[in-house]
């Protein structure tokens, strides 16, 4: 039996906002997501973002460092979602066609004695504009996570996008 | 087919090499994932990990924040004829870079593309410019090219690769 295995892929062919990963197996101990994505926002970059179980609730906090042509260090509580990328490819950000990679892990995501935790590594260039980040989340709840759902928070995910979750076993 | 396949692995012999290349990549997978563990023979050579072969001054960038002793930075680096890596592990130095890069939807004709290289460069040895510095950082870079990628080269800015440098293709392949 292998210890890393694919369980469930999106590639979008339309302008999407959502993708929703649900019914997951209870078969691995942790999970990873695999993001290809750029958002069709102008004006400014957008934003991915990751909800577990459905919650909407500001049970969410965040911490990242990124780096642009600076280095910074942000903590935010109280949010209402999981940071993917604090700034995701768009026309807004440059009219080079870039699109962010994102790998994210989920730890010990069937824990229901746990707060869930996203350990995240990301970033897009265009030659001369973009980011890469390590951004960290956690879920406040202790709920076994049953669900992903995977959201660009101002526009959509375009076309071409892709959404690979993994499972990985313990045993 | 597994979810992560091996495509190739290379080992430095005891000449060392001045170049590592991955040629005739396969098709039938969904992102390229990388694993090096390197050093180089002499200096602080930048490794420069390129696609196809091309050498174009105009198609490479990146965006990087990597840490050193106690600072934290930022920097990048547009125009460029590779996606480069610093190392900082010195050439009397037992320590090697290992670098982990992941190449997303790397057979896509429509984008350019994009890179995600997560790397460490540990230091415990002075000279003139670093002391006791480990170096680690995150970096994504864009090859301006919409080609599938059939071949990867890893060369250094100066010098050779040392014996033992590990560069381990593998291949990853979605549901």
Known sequence: MAAYEAIASTTLTTNTQTITFSSLPTTYKHLQLRVYARGSRT?????????????????????????????????????????????????????????NSCVADILDYGSTNKNKTVRAIQGVDTNGNGLVEYVD????????????????????????????LYGLRSA | MATIDLIAHTEVGPAGASSVNFSSIANTFDDLWIMVTTRAASGLPQVLMRFNNETSTTTYSTTSTYGFGNVAQSDRQANANGVSFDQYNMQANTNWTSINILIPQYKNTSNFKQSLIDYYSPNNQANSSFVFENYCGGR????????????????????????????????????
């Open chain 1, 43 to 99: 004006g400014s970059a957008d934003v991915a973002g990751i909800r577990f179980n459905s919650n909407t609730s500001a049970v969410y906090f965040v911490h990242r460092m990124s780096g642009t042509t600076t280095a910074t260090a942000q903590f935010f509580t109280g949010y209402t979602y999981c940071w993917l990328a604090s700034t995701l490819a768009s026309p807004g950000l440059s009219s080079t066609v870039s699109f």
């Open chain 2, 140 to 175: 994504a870079s864009l090859w301006r090219n919409t080609g599938a990628i059939s071949s990867i080269q890893f060369t250094l800015s100066s010098g050779s690769f040392v014996e033992k440098s590990t560069f381990t293709l593998y291949g990853i392949t979605k549901a």
């Open chain 1, 137 to 164: 989340s956690t879920w406040i709840n202790n709920n076994a996570i049953t669900s992903i759902t995977v959201f660009c928070v101002n526009d959509n995910f375009v076309s071409g996008s892709v959404f690979a």
